[in-house]
Every structure is written in structure tokens, then in C-alpha cells.
């Protein structure tokens, strides 16, 4: 009988060992969140992000980590209550993985966790026993983190969605346009280790071509909490023109190309990439 773990990996064809181990994490964050909804985390919290685009709207990128934020602020949240009902989602799918809390180095809202554990095991288990695992090292782990926001900034709004594997699950996630909102504060405000993030400005794109418009409401409220922005001021779109356009000034593309080149299967989509394209494409599509 077809588990619903193959059921999952059956969709993705997939052709290589890495093709495989992609399949595999982004199959174990499915589990995650079925096992995060059961436990009843999404009547506190909501998802954004990469992943969740990629899973609930379809991005066409493969995405690594898992963000939530809380739907309100509370600085007394602990992540660690959840880890039961993760684990044993992930058990009973044929994970032996384990759940580790991040300990913080320095003050932050955020906190991080890791599903951790062999990839070489579970891609032995989920794959036909005929079949030649070619390129994994006997060492090699997964290790997917995710991350929560205790100290949301206002103005969000949220929506139900539902996945139906391994079992039907619902989660809370921001709206399309809060979504779009938390990626442009992304492009504008993230530095990823001395270097530009590529993966935001390549999502910063898909929500342009759904012709999604931004909640500027929102991202005010987050430039204002980063301090890229003045509480008395009124953010306006040609206001937010303007402060991207500027930005893209000071990216290396050839870099940020670099960077989503491993996510994204046709990187034909990047050939554009330049300053006066993210800013021709911005002023010609930003609602």
C-alpha cells in the first residue's frame, strides 16, 4: 500500500539523489506544519515566507527554512511546547528526526528551532529498494530550521489554508498582500551574512507577475520596528518606489543571481536581472 509519504514524493518525478533529498525536506515541512496544526499552533501563529508561498501559491523555487510569526504580541511564547506534536506527526510518517531548540546567542523576538537527522536513511525508506542512491554521503544530514516571531509588527492580515497530506490540516498564514509586505521589507532591510539574498529579489518578481498589491499599512509598521522608517510619516507607493529603486542601486545582481541559481530549475528567468530591470519592472507593476 502507497503510504502517504510516497504519495507526497511520488508528485515530484524526481530524476537525481539531489532532486530527491529537495523532495524529501520540503515533504518533511508538509509533515511539520500538519503536526504544528494539530497541536494547535496556528491559533496563535501564521506562516510566511518562501515555504509558504511554495506550498499554499505555487512559487516555483525550492525554499529551505520555515518562518511563522505570531498573530499577536507575547514575549512570554515558547516555541518548545510544539516539539511533542511535531515529533510525533514525524514519527508516525517514518521520521526519526529529532526537534532541537536554537539557543539564543543575544536578545532577539525570534525564536529558532531544527528538524534535524540522516538523509540517507529516510531517502532509503521512501524510494523503490531497486533503485541506486548515487552522491549521498552514509553523514550527510538533514536539517531544516524554523523560526518564529514573538514581537510582530501590526497591520497583518491573515487567511485559512488547507493541505490534504499526510492528513487534511489547516494553517493560518498572512494574506497574499501582508505576504508581498514581509518580502519587500525583505529586499529593503535584509543583509544575509555580508551578502545580498538573492531568493528575495526572485520572489519580489513572482508577486509582480500575480500583479499583487502590497499592504503598505503593514510594511510601514515593519520598516518603522527596523527603524528604516518615521512613524509620523505616511508611507505611499510612489514613496515606496522610490526607496526600492534606491535599493536596487546598490545590489550586486551577479551575486543575488548566484545565490537563487541552486532553488530554481530555470534559471533562464534570471538572465534579466539588472538595476534598471527590477527598477523598470517595479515602476511598471507595483499596485
Not at 132 to 141: A, C, D, P, R
Amino acid at each position: 500500500m502507497t503510504t502517504p509519504v510516497q504519495q507526497m514524493i511520488k508528485k515530484y518525478a524526481c530524476k537525481n539523489a539531489l532532486e530527491y533529498k529537495n523532495a524529501l525536506k520540503e515533504v518533511i515541512q508538509e509533515v511539520a506544519l500538519c503536526g504544528l496544526s494539530r497541536g494547535g499552533f496556528f491559533k496563535k501563529a501564521a506562516f510566511y515566507g518562501g515555504t509558504a508561498l511554495r506550498i499554499f501559491y505555487g512559487l516555483d523555487r525550492f525554499s529551505e527554512d520555515m518562518d511563522f510569526s505570531l498573530t499577536q504580541k507575547d514575549a512570554g511564547f515558547l516555541i518548545d511546547r510544539y516539539f511533542s506534536y511535531l515529533s510525533d506527526e514525524l514519527l508516525s510518517n517514518g521520521f526519526e528526526l529529532s526537534v532541537e531548540k536554537k539557543e539564543k546567542s543575544a536578545i532577539s523576538d525570534v525564536q529558532s528551532a531544527f528538524i534535524k537527522g540522516g538523509t540517507l536513511v529516510h531517502l532509503l525508506k521512501i524510494m523503490p529498494t531497486d533503485e541506486k542512491i548515487l552522491g549521498v554521503s552514509e553523514k550527510e544530514l538533514i536539517k531544516i530550521k524554523f523560526e518564529i516571531d514573538t514581537n510582530p509588527p501590526d497591520g497583518a492580515s491573515f487567511e485559512t489554508k488547507y493541505g490534504l497530506l499526510p492528513v487534511p490540516y489547516a494553517v493560518q498564514l498572512y494574506d497574499e498582500e501582508s505576504l508581498f509586505a514581509g518580502k519587500i521589507h525583505a529586499v529593503l532591510c535584509r543583509s544575509w551574512k555580508n551578502r545580498v539574498k538573492g531568493r528575495d529579489f526572485y520572489d519580489y518578481l513572482w508577486y509582480l507577475s500575480r500583479g499583487t498589491k502590497v499592504n503598505l499599512n503593514h510594511l510601514q509598521k515593519r520598516l518603522e520596528q527596523s527603524g528604516k522608517w518615521q512613524p509620523y510619516e505616511e508611507l505611499t507607493q510612489p514613496k515606496l518606489t522610490d526607496l526600492l529603486c534606491g535599493r536596487f542601486e546598490s545590489i550586486d545582481f551577479e551575486k543575488a543571481k548566484n545565490d537563487v541559481i541552486p532553488f530554481v530549475k530555470d534559471t533562464r528567468k534570471l538572465d534579466l536581472w539588472s538595476q534598471d530591470f527590477f527598477c523598470s519592472v517595479t515602476k511598471a507593476n507595483l499596485k
